[in-house]
C-alpha cells in the first residue's frame, strides 16, 4: 500500500517501516481491499499522532471516521437482525443490537482482527500499551468500518454490511439466539443496567450496585472512567467509557452476558 503522504513523527507503525505491511495485512484479514489507501490510514490514526504533531484540524484523525462508522453500524445491524429475526418483538431487536454495537463487543472484533498492530499511535500513548486498549480497539473498528462505507462509494453501504455481517453479526448468532430468548423472558428495552437487575432479582440474588474502579487519562479530552458493577463484594462486571453513566452501562452488559452462561451463583463470581 503506498503512502498518502502524510507526516508520520509520531507514528509507532512509520517508525519501524511496518506501516505499510501492516495495513495490507489488515486489508487481508478484512476482506476489503482500499482503493484509497488515505482513508484506511486515516480510520487507524489516533488523535494522540496529530496532538504530536501539533496539529488540530478534523481531519487529522479518525474521530469524524468513527462518528460515521457508528451511524452505519447502527443501521446495518438493525436491518441484519430484522432479516434474521423477523419474528421478534421491538424489545427483543433492541437489546440485541446493543450488544452488538457494544464497545466490549467491537473491542473483541477488532482484537481479532488484530487492529492493534496496524494503529497510528503517539509516542506516550504507545508506550502505555495503547495497541491493546478495548476502547481504542472498538473507536478503530467503527473507523474502519467508515472508511469502508466512504472508499467504497456508491455502493459503499453495500460493502460496509459484507463487512458488519462477516466480522460483527454472524460470529454472534449463538449469542443473538441466547439474548432474544433472555429478552423475551425478561422484557427489556436494550438497557442493560435494568437487564442485570431484573436478571438478579428473577435468581432471588439481589441488587447490583456501581461504582468507580478508575479515571483514565491525564487531560480531560481523554478522560476515561472504569465502573464496576457488583453484588455484594463480588464484581460481577467492568466497563470502560468517556462518562460513568456509558461505563456502568458496559459494566452492566458484560455482567449479563457473564451471568447468562454462568452456573455459579453470582455471590460467588471471582473479581
Given amino acids: 500500500?503506498?503512502?498518502?503522504?502524510?507526516?508520520?513523527?509520531?507514528?509507532?507503525?512509520?517508525?519501524?517501516?511496518?506501516?505499510?505491511?501492516?495495513?495490507?495485512?489488515?486489508?487481508?484479514?478484512?476482506?476489503?481491499?482500499?482503493?484509497?489507501?488515505?482513508?484506511?490510514?486515516?480510520a487507524l490514526t489516533h488523535r494522540s499522532v496529530a496532538e504530536e504533531q501539533g496539529r488540530s484540524e478534523t481531519t487529522a484523525d479518525n474521530e469524524q471516521l468513527e462518528f460515521l462508522g457508528d451511524s452505519v453500524l447502527d443501521l446495518i445491524v438493525t436491518e441484519l437482525l430484522l432479516e434474521r429475526f423477523a419474528h421478534r418483538r421491538e424489545g427483543d431487536l433492541t437489546r440485541m443490537r446493543a450488544m452488538l454495537v457494544?464497545?466490549?463487543?467491537?473491542?473483541?472484533?477488532g482484537t481479532a482482527l488484530r487492529l492493534g498492530e496496524a494503529l497510528h499511535l503517539g509516542r506516550d500513548l504507545e508506550m502505555a500499551g495503547?495497541?491493546?486498549?478495548?476502547?481504542?480497539?472498538?473507536?478503530?473498528?467503527?473507523?474502519?468500518l467508515a472508511a469502508v462505507y466512504r472508499?467504497?462509494?456508491p455502493d459503499g453501504m453495500v460493502k460496509a454490511r459484507e463487512?458488519?455481517?462477516?466480522?460483527?453479526?454472524?460470529?454472534?448468532?449463538?449469542?443473538?439466539?441466547?439474548a432474544a430468548e433472555a429478552g423475551a423472558a425478561f422484557g427489556v428495552m436494550g438497557d442493560w443496567k435494568s437487564a442485570l437487575?431484573?436478571?438478579?432479582?428473577?435468581?432471588?440474588?439481589?441488587?447490583?450496585?456501581?461504582?468507580?474502579?478508575a479515571e483514565l487519562g491525564e487531560s480531560q479530552a481523554d478522560r476515561r472512567f472504569v465502573e464496576e458493577v457488583l453484588l455484594g463484594d463480588a464484581v460481577?462486571?467492568?466497563?470502560?467509557?468517556?462518562?460513568?453513566?456509558?461505563?456502568?452501562?458496559a459494566a452492566a452488559a458484560e455482567a449479563y452476558q457473564r451471568l447468562l452462561v454462568d452456573t455459579v451463583p453470582p455471590a460467588e463470581v471471582e473479581a
Fill in 1 to 42: 500500500m503506498e503512502s498518502n503522504g502524510t507526516d508520520d513523527r509520531g507514528d509507532g507503525c512509520s517508525r519501524d517501516g511496518r506501516g505499510g505491511e501492516q495495513a495490507q495485512a489488515l486489508e487481508a484479514r478484512l476482506g476489503y481491499s482500499f482503493q484509497d489507501s488515505s482513508l484506511l490510514r486515516l
Fill in 197 to 213: 437487575q431484573e436478571l438478579l432479582q428473577a435468581r432471588g440474588s439481589g441488587v447490583p450496585r456501581y461504582r468507580t474502579a
Fill in 102 to 109: 457494544s464497545r466490549e463487543n467491537l473491542a473483541g472484533v
Fill in 151 to 153: 472508499d467504497s462509494a
Fill in 236 to 249: 460481577l462486571g467492568r466497563g470502560e467509557a468517556r462518562n460513568r453513566k456509558a461505563a456502568q452501562k
Fill in 130 to 144: 495503547g495497541r491493546g486498549k478495548p476502547s481504542l480497539l472498538a473507536n478503530a473498528m467503527e473507523a474502519v
Fill in 163 to 178: 463487512l458488519v455481517k462477516r466480522h460483527i453479526f454472524v460470529p454472534q448468532l449463538q449469542t443473538l439466539d441466547e
